[in-house]
């Protein structure tokens, strides 16, 4: 669900559509910097660990340019929105803000569930998934893209996205009682808006959803495998 970027993916990197000299020079700097970005995180948390030889802190460490790399993809949506990137600007925008939801008001705003384990699970998962993906779109737009690369974003996330997945439900479910014990986000009536909202209610209709959406985005991937890894050029796909 939250995993990456499913949809477009061959799109971006292949230049499905042209785009002007100006579009792509700045699609291949911010896909640059986000893989840069991405691979600090990976450096970061593996050396903390290495270090320390336990996950405890490893959210502390990373906390910055996870919280401001993984934000920075905002900006696919407006990417999409305008043209230069031709994605869909809804499924974009679901899987950005469902990290950034992840990101912010659940593993920000509950400090307790920062050590969990799960917490490095989904930052993990992430870490190589971006990395590749990134590196991806950039070689893509240079028509440089080499097939190993290829074959590893559309290979790893086999094992990458149900990883990340498991992370973020664990994340969402452990954060549920120290949500429901502070009323964290919620309101109660009455109130001058005449509205009530149950944070606690919605982080678990939120659980729900990844039923439906997990299988569709996974098996979206799993079809676009079969096109690439059978043999077909990255620029013939979609």
């Known amino acids: 669900m939250a995993t990456g970027q499913a949809s477009g993916d061959l ?15 700045y699609l291949v700097i911010y896909n640059v910097v986000l893989c840069a970005g991405w691979t600090a995180v ?9 270090q320390t030889k336990t996950n405890i802190g490893i959210y502390d460490t990373v906390e910055v340019p996870l919280k401001v790399f993984q934000t920075a993809a905002v900006l696919e949506i407006f990417h999409c929105a305008i043209g230069i990137v031709p994605s869909s600007v809804m499924i974009t925008a679901f899987q950005v803000f469902s990290r950034v939801m992840l990101l ?52 790893l996330f086999i094992v990458l996205y149900p990883l990340g997945v498991t992370g973020e439900l664990l994340t969402i479910y452990a954060a549920l009682p120290h949500v429901k014990e502070s009323g964290l986000f919620s309101f109660t009536l009455p109130n001058d808006l ?17 039923i439906p959406i997990f299988p569709r985005l996974y098996s979206h991937m799993i079809r676009q495998r079969k096109k690439v890894i059978g043999g077909v050029s990255s620029k013939k796909i979609d």
């Open 11 to 25: 799109k971006q990197g292949a230049k499905s559509r042209p785009v002007s000299g100006l579009a792509t020079a």
């Open 194 to 210: 005449n509205v009530s909202f149950d944070y606690y209610s919605f982080l678990i209709v939120i659980m729900l959803l990844y």
């Open 104 to 155: 912010w008001p659940i593993t920000h705003a509950v400090p307790q569930v920062q050590d969990e384990i799960s917490v490095p699970l989904y930052i993990a998962a992430w870490t190589v998934t971006e990395i590749m993906r990134y590196a991806f779109y950039t070689l893509g737009l240079l028509n440089r893209l080499p097939y190993a690369l290829t074959w590893c974003r559309y290979t």
């Open 42 to 50: 990976g450096v970061m948390a593996v050396r903390h660990y290495l």
